[in-house]
Antibody
Framework: EVQLVESGGGLVQPGGSLRLSCATS????????MIWVRQAPGKGLEWVSV???????YYADSVKGRFTISRDNSKNTLYLQMNSLRAEDTALYYC?????????????WGQGTMVSVSS | QTVVTQEPSFSVSPGGTVTLTCGLK?????????PSWYQQTPGQAPRTLIC???RRSSGVPDRFSGSILGNKAALTITGAQPDDESDYYC?????????FGGGTKLTVL
């Protein structure tokens, strides 16, 4: 059974930093791609970042230059380092595993970790 | 900036058929965008329904189907059930990144 468990969310002041973690089991973080998606309260889903199995990384324009996605293969854990946080980054952050590169879908979802940016 | 469009809301009667669409503000959706569909009920993480245009995810009933209709991706629900009342999101693959549509709120009544 595949499990993705996010942690690291919390309340942070504007301009602050947080590091989210996603511990995986049943898949490896070096699978086809691992993704972060977020959902602001009462809003829709927004793609944030991807790290491909080969190591390539990409970001949404809204977080580029502030967020960094990475992984620790030995711990089978995905990370999202978030710096210079803004109020508009307040959201539930989901970790996603994509194992089928031929379909480019979001195969497995975690339950999310909440990030609140407020003074 | 890529904008993916979805109907904000839709209504279907129990047992009826409904087709939700996913388009591009500029351009046409094709299989090259690998459209996928996700269902979300309040307070829950999204559930994967369809990937790669028409591949049903494990455990998804066959009354959910994906396709390309004209210049849009489509999710068709045949024989809608009350439990299908949810938000539905499509997402398109843009070569290196993905872009979500704004979601469709489906009411079954």
């Amino acid at each position: 059974e595949v499990q993705l468990v996010e942690s690291g969310g919390g309340l942070v002041q504007p301009g602050g930093s947080l590091r989210l973690s996603c511990a995986t089991s049943g898949i490896t973080v070096t699978t086809s791609y691992m993704i972060w998606v977020r959902q602001a309260p009462g809003k829709g889903l927004e793609w944030v970042s991807v790290i491909y199995g080969g190591g390539g990384t990409y970001y949404a324009d809204s977080v580029k230059g502030r967020f960094t996605i990475s992984r620790d293969n030995s711990k089978n854990t995905l990370y999202l380092q978030m710096n210079s946080l803004r109020a508009e980054d307040t959201a539930l952050y989901y970790c996603i595993g994509g194992v089928d590169s031929s379909s480019k879908g979001f195969d497995f979802w975690g339950q999310g970790t909440m990030v609140s940016v407020s003074s | 900036q890529t904008v993916v469009t979805q109907e904000p809301s839709f209504s279907v009667s129990p047992g009826g058929t409904v087709t939700l669409t996913c388009g591009l503000k500029s351009g046409s959706v094709s299989t090259n965008y690998y459209p996928s569909w996700y269902q979300q009920t309040p307070g829950q993480a999204p559930r994967t329904l369809i990937c790669g245009t028409n591949r049903r995810s494990s455990g998804v009933p066959d009354r959910f189907s994906g396709s390309i209709l004209g210049n849009k991706a489509a999710l068709t629900i045949t024989g809608a059930q009350p439990d299908d009342e949810s938000d539905y999101y499509c997402v398109l693959y843009m070569g290196t990144n993905w872009v979500f549509g704004g979601g469709t709120k489906l009411t079954v009544l």
